[in-house]
């Protein structure tokens, strides 16, 4: 893989294009599976406190020789640690696992289905990056409501919001949202949980790399119109995107390829783009190799 670009957050820090992501992920797997991925050049790993595999993340760190300041580690609060005190207690708990002196990026994983717990847990995170632990601070799964209350009751605005988002689920509101006040929009769940591997329409695609590469805007004249694929464009063509892969079974072959085309595409025709991709618990070290090199 050629070297991986850099974006800008909105607190002058950067992020990789590419990354790798490790939910579901066994802890006692993560390091072997982070190693294969920094060696064909990825730099950016994201975890989280749920995943339950931080420890094995710290481990994939210590024993790289790739400096720490050119590597990129996002993780995440759980809900139970929400609130300022709590947020705290949570942060310690990571970076003790990641055996880390920082984190590049840290996301609240998700706002409460009630109450403002996120809006202490945010001046919280405020005071980390403050005292230099975090490099960046983001949200993930906030919907517009949430992200007001924080621009209206804190002094920062998020760097990065991570939500689900693909074909079937497009979240134009709050993309706009997003560009509007400079929040970088990561992309989890591209594939919708592996539910669009079976469409047809992506299976087209997914079989026909170098015509998606070489005829984007011509994507829509040779796929199923029940897929509107000018979604796919106009999302990888909005704000700054990262996308999160997950190579699932039984279909990796499938998905491999799609990954692939779609890398294709986005490295190609929108180099503001940010990029993840990500291995589910099932995959190896073997085939995140083989996917990366073929990105």
């Known amino acids: 893989m050629s070297e991986v670009p850099n974006l800008t957050l909105n607190d002058g820090n950067t992020i990789p294009q590419f990354g790798l992501g490790v939910w579901q992920v066994a802890n006692d797997r993560v390091a072997a599976a982070i190693q294969t991925a920094f060696d064909a050049g990825y730099r950016s790993v994201d975890t989280a ?11 994939a760190v210590a024993a790289t020789d790739i400096p720490r300041e050119d590597l990129f580690v996002t993780t995440k609060l759980w809900n139970s640690d929400q609130g300022y005190d709590g947020a705290m207690r949570g942060f310690d708990e990571s970076i003790r696992k990641l055996k880390l002196e920082y984190v ?3 996301l609240i994983h998700w ?28 949200v993930s799964n906030f919907h517009l409501s ?23 689920l497009t979240q134009t509101q709050l993309r706009e949202f997003h560009a509007e006040h400079g929040i970088l929009t990561e992309a989890y ?5 592996g539910k669009l591997v079976r469409d047809k329409a992506i299976g087209v695609l997914a079989t026909r ?26 999302l990888l063509a909005r704000s700054r995107v990262v996308t999160l892969c997950g190579l699932v079974r039984p279909r990796w072959d499938l998905q491999k390829r799609l990954a692939v085309a779609v890398a294709e595409v986005a490295l190609s025709e929108y180099p503001d783009g940010i990029w993840f991709v990500e291995l589910a618990s099932h995959g190896d070290a073997a085939f995140v190799a083989s996917t990366i090199a073929g990105c």
């Open 209 to 234: 790399p170098a015509a998606v590469h070489m005829a984007v805007p011509q994507v829509s004249s040779f796929v199923d119109r029940r897929l509107e694929i000018t979604e796919v464009r106009q």
């Open 111 to 138: 706002p409460p289905r009630s109450g403002t717990r996120y809006l202490d847990a945010w001046k919280a995170f405020e005071k980390l990056r403050a005292d230099g632990r975090v490099r960046s601070i983001g």
């Open 49 to 59: 406190a749920l995943y339950r595999n931080e420890s094995g993340v710290g481990v």
């Open 189 to 193: 769940s591209p594939l919708a949980q």
């Open 104 to 106: 590049d990026l840290y």
């Open 146 to 168: 949430h992200l007001r209350r924080i621009f209206d009751e804190t002094e920062t605005v998020p760097a990065v919001n991570q939500i689900e988002l693909h074909p079937n």
